[in-house]
């Protein structure tokens, strides 16, 4: 069974640009959520979408968006992209609902870097 | 509001020897609790979780982890430490409630060493 894939790996932005990730969840999973790493603030809970809609908004700014797709694909969008933004956004799926006590299984990340 | 607190930005340990690495969650519903590990420039791997039943969870790789609800702890154990252990290593919590959907609240993080 393949795992949670992102995409890319990799990506190097200018400031003021914008940027969308791709998330492709386990096959089956409908729930897909996006967190930001970073040295300073560690992990922090960006948005969760379930079955196309959003269920959990996390602590940032409007720049930060993103949808899900019927096939449970999610992208994250960031816009008007700023030097803080640089991080490692994961992207995790889950079969069910939180209230179910499912794990989340990961993808390897995407490393923005903003220049 | 949940939050997870991992008091020791590092463990220093020498193989063979046990490891135990600390947790403490706040939550204002039933907790649910997970241990991630991470390798440099990877994704977060899942390693245990406890949902409800038995206060000793048994993961992944041989390690383990106890549930006290008392003191609202959940430390990551194993009996004997590999260098291949090294690693970050997160505590999360999610509460039970479905309110909660899937997010994850994690700690600070542990970077866990194994030298020989």
């Known amino acids: 069974k393949a795992g949670v894939t992102q995409t890319p790996r990799y990506l190097i932005k200018t400031r003021g640009q914008q940027v969308t990730l791709s998330c492709s969840p386990i096959s089956g999973h409908r729930s897909v959520s996006w967190y930001q790493q970073t040295p300073g603030q560690g992990l922090q809970f960006l948005f969760e979408?379930?079955?196309?809609?959003?269920?959990n908004k996390g602590n940032f700014p409007g720049r930060f968006s993103g949808r899900q797709f019927s096939n449970s694909r999610s992208e994250m969008n960031v816009s008007t992209l700023e030097l803080g933004d640089s991080a490692l956004y994961l992207c995790?799926?889950?079969?069910?609902?939180?209230?179910?006590?499912?794990?989340?299984?990961f993808g390897q990340g995407t490393r923005l870097t903003v220049v | 509001a949940q939050s997870v607190a991992q008091p020791e930005d590092q463990v220093n340990v020498a193989e063979g020897n046990p490891l135990t690495v600390k947790c403490t969650y706040s939550?204002?519903?039933?907790?649910?609790l997970f241990w991630y590990v991470q390798y440099p420039n990877r994704g977060l791997q899942f390693l245990l979780k406890?949902?409800?039943?038995?206060?000793l969870v048994k993961g992944s790789y041989g390690f383990e982890a106890e549930f006290n609800k008392s003191q609202t702890s959940f430390h990551l154990k194993k009996p004997s430490a590999l260098v291949s252990d090294s690693a970050l290593y997160f505590c999360?919590?999610?509460?039970?409630?479905?309110?909660?959907?899937?997010?994850?609240?994690f700690g600070t993080g542990t970077q866990l060493k194994v030298e020989l």
């Open positions: 939550v204002s519903g039933n907790p649910y």
């Open positions: 979408y379930f079955s196309e809609t959003q269920r």
């Open positions: 999360a919590v999610r509460d039970g409630g479905t309110g909660g959907g899937n997010k994850l609240t």
């Open positions: 995790a799926s889950s079969s069910l609902l939180g209230g179910q006590g499912t794990e989340a299984f």
């Open positions: 406890y949902i409800t039943g038995d206060n």
